[in-house]
């Protein structure tokens, strides 16, 4: 059985990937999914700790019910985050982030 350490070490070579990804691409859709997997890679850690420091040997379920509220809130930000993306397509045509420096239309 694979312990707490193990599921943190995943998790943070999620993170690790995710952050990499957002901080070298150039390609926003690439940098949208890689935000996607730091989330990911926060929800798995707060499942790990809920499964692993619960009380009298009991999982504690108040981390695994925040993991619903940020899949909301990353499913929200999914559709707010697509919607921009068509649109600075539309507007520019393009989705490399080198040529969306400028607020200027």
Do not use: W
């Amino acid at each position: 059985m694979a312990g707490l350490h193990s599921y943190l070490l995943v998790s943070g070579l999620l993170f690790a990937i995710g952050l990499s990804g957002v901080i070298l691409r150039r390609n926003i859709i690439v940098v949208f999914m890689c935000l996607e997997l730091m989330l990911s890679a926060a929800n798995l850690t707060l499942v790990a700790f809920s499964r692993f420091k619960g009380t009298n040997g009991l999982p504690d379920y108040n981390g695994q019910m925040l993991v619903f509220f940020v899949i909301t809130v990353a499913a929200a930000e999914v559709a707010v985050g697509l919607a921009i993306i068509v649109a600075l397509y539309r507007a520019r045509q393009t989705i490399n982030t080198e040529d969306l420096t400028s607020m200027r239309g």
